[in-house]
């Protein structure tokens, strides 16, 4: 198994510019999540989802938005860049075990420039 | 609301010497606590997680011990190796509510040979 992949590894865009950060995970699991890491800081939860076809907000979602069409993908959309959004990305899964474990396994990230 | 914080942001050992990495959370309701290694240039790494229900599990090289009266856990890293030197996460949440996993900040550890 891959295990949770993701692309672009690096981006830089310009203010304004939209572009949509993929991820995907070959393990069949649930559930999938987009974090964001910025320098020195723990992960702030963006979006997440249960199953294909649902997804909920996170601790900030704001300039983001997401899919879920299929068990595997959950691309992460950007419709207007702003330098806030300078971060590393990580997309991660998890597949929900009885007795109620999370072992949420992570990409290895997207690092985003804005400029 | 919920919090997860860590002690001290950096820790540095000598190679061979046990290490120990401190994370307070405040959500009394946390019942599940994972710790999380992120080598630089690379997403977070399971290392070992517990219940609430516990208040000690072992792995390989690894100990957590909660103690929920002061809501604290800790990582214990035995024989501190070169290949340990990382940031160290701890995340907890709230098991059938929230789907929401909420990190700290994150201790930097150095192993110097």
């Known amino acids: 198994n891959a295990g949770v992949t993701q692309t672009p590894k690096f981006r830089i865009l310009k203010i304004g510019q939209s572009m949509t950060l993929q991820c995907a995970q070959d393990m069949n699991h649930n559930y999938m999540y987009w974090y964001r890491q910025d320098p020195g800081m723990g992960l702030k939860l963006i979006y997440y989802?249960?199953?294909?076809?649902?997804?909920d907000k996170g601790e900030v979602p704001n300039g983001y938005n997401v899919s879920r069409s299929t068990t595997e993908d959950f691309p992460l959309r950007l419709e207007l860049a702003a330098p806030s959004q300078t971060s590393v990305y990580f997309c991660?899964?998890?597949?929900?075990?009885?007795?109620?474990?999370?072992?949420?396994?992570f990409g290895p990230g997207t690092r985003l420039t804005v400029l | 609301g919920e919090s997860v914080g860590l002690h001290l942001p950096t820790l540095s050992v000598q190679e061979g010497d046990n290490s120990i990495i401190n994370c307070a959370y405040s959500?009394?309701?946390?019942?599940?606590f994972i710790w999380y290694k992120q080598e630089s240039g690379k997403g977070p790494q399971f290392i070992i997680d517990i219940r609430s229900n516990m208040d000690k599990r072992q792995g390989q090289r690894v100990t957590v011990l909660l103690n929920k009266t002061v809501k604290h856990l800790s990582l214990q890293i035995a024989a501190t190796q070169p290949g340990d030197s990382a940031v160290y996460f701890c995340?907890?949440?709230?098991?059938?509510?929230?789907?929401?996993?909420?990190f700290g900040k994150g201790t930097k550890l150095t192993v110097n040979p």
């Open positions: 989802s249960v199953g294909a076809g649902i997804t």
């Open positions: 991660a899964s998890s597949s929900r075990l009885a007795g109620g474990g999370d072992t949420q396994y």
């Open positions: 959500n009394s309701a946390s019942d599940y």
């Open positions: 995340a907890e949440k709230v098991q059938g509510g929230s789907e929401k996993l909420v």
